[in-house]
């Protein structure tokens, strides 16, 4: 694009799927550092109603971008942007929103830990701010982005009025924790990574995380399945490359540490009956009973407490059941949502 | 101990447990390169009867030693020594038998890549030329033990009459490879390892391998159960200074890659029903059916073929079902060799 072709498209309304950003200034995190003019990538599906009641909002699983969230936004997908106003909206550090990878005044890991609640203030923040929403009609999302709407819930109860996490959690497990710092040390222990600061890619790190990441990603009968016959050693790079490809080093470090944070009670001191009871969205759980990255106990466990409906994956895709059991998942939305 | 008393036990009989050692001289592996002065640690439980039809091998698992096998010998325990002559057997690699760990001619990476059926080899000639026996009543042996059963039982089909392996494989799966190769992919990224020739430790490797290795040893649900309320970080250091501990990194990496190796069939051109005839042995085979370390599908195959009686063993202790599920394996093993 020519840059008197960018000034054009720059005065033109948004089309559907445009990546646009919102600037939030300095914005301060839950730790008290700030990320330096924060800007919170997002794109927008379908048409808000009159009466703003049909805004959902959808971020970010972990390492993914709100282009990725595009192929679940549809008739037929996760949600109707016929129907649905979808909000996709990029977590930090995911390398689209202010993230290590592109800031320039806190670059690499200079850029300060942040955590799923700040994911959820940027977004709060997005929406009243920058779209001028007054309420959610619902918040939905999958895997991290199921962390971030138990968040949601809890941070501003008045705002959201349906809520679909699938295959998050509002706290993890110890499973969950060994399985991200297994992943944390594999980066740490890299002489390339530095403390971030490498200037060669840690390759080496990469290539182990993607390993850990693949373990846990499915039931081993599945991966079994998928594999079996195939040239292991083509498999292996295939998928070491694509993690190598798929997302900063840094940015992954930063997104893991906000997972492994995660703990939607800790603002009720860890009460999870006194956090149920102030959550006034209507909640319908998703989870896979058979997911080894994002084990599904918690959120069962909140589910109950909030005589949420509860949908469950049973599939040995494991935390990929919602793409393996899909029709189901886009039902469950559909009620919840309706 | 003085070197007067030493020399006085050496001439002692030895007692049951006691450690002693095979020499096989150099020690020529699949690969045609050799182990020089090759010595097999093992420790013998029980009485040979006369007519020399009660011995029973019993090799170590995965970084295990013959004296971690001693607490699953014994009336009530896994094998019984009041009825068969135990041979307990270090494998190869194990930092008892000659290994990377304590060979002073071919130290750390130096020391060879073998395969398990060099162990069996070795084991094979430390009862026929060391404690000159004509038959093994059994072979039994748990993970990589398991492993080196099924080898047993292709590679010396007239020499065993009894064979269980317990949660072991005949071949991995694309699962078993891609567990162990992120830690070998983790031992290898840590730049104090360069190759083996280490001056410090590789502190961040183990720590990484550790993690992986527990994130695998049992089921996500058994890890949360025990391990929920707990101080998490004290959790993980504990498991991961034991994992140091427990284990020379090299010694590590070349019983990793002996496990990688490990194809039973290869001997018949890949064929599962040709390598099946060619076993004379009675076959136990003890699987779990939720271990998520040494997948139980290539075991339960080939127990199909042969006709073997199979025990699935069915708890959320993965891995570790034979100590969760003692009774059941005691009783199956005391059956198989009966």
Known sequence: MTSAAGA??????????????????DFRLESGESIRDCRIGYR??????????????????FSGTSQQLAENIGHGKIVDSGRYYVIAVDAIGDGVSSSPSNSTAQPRMKFPKFSIRDMVESQYRLVTEVLHLRRLHGVLGI????????????AHPDFVERAVPIVGSPKLTPYDLLLWEAELHAIDGDANFQ???????????????????????????????????????????????ATLEG???????????????????????????????????????????RDHMVNPLPALELARLLHAVTVELGSDCGHLSPGCELPKV????????E
Chains 1, 2 share one sequence.
Do not use: C
């Open 8 to 25: 054009l498209a720059a005065q033109m309304p948004a089309q559907d799927g445009d990546l646009r950003f919102g600037r939030l200034g």
């Open 195 to 241: 403390g971030g600061n490498y200037s060669k890619r840690p390759v080496a790190a990469m290539r182990t995380v993607s390993d850990i990441h693949n373990l846990a990603l499915t039931t081993p009968a599945y991966y079994v399945e998928q594999n079996r016959g195939k040239d292991f050693a083509g498999v292996l790079a295939a998928a070491e490359q």
């Open 330 to 337: 886009s039902e469950a939305v559909t009620k919840a949502l």
């Open 247 to 289: 997302m900063d080093t840094n940015d992954w470090y930063r997104q893991l540490q906000a997972m492994i944070g995660l703990d939607i009670f800790r603002q009720f001191g860890g009460d999870m009956a006194r956090a149920a009871s102030t959550v006034k969205a209507k909640v319908t759980v998703v989870a896979a009973s």
């Open 143 to 154: 895997s991290m982005g199921g962390m971030q709407t138990f968040q949601w819930i809890v």
């Open 44 to 61: 927008t599906y379908g048409r808000l109603d009159e009466a703003q009641s049909n805004a959902v909002l959808f971020p970010t699983w």
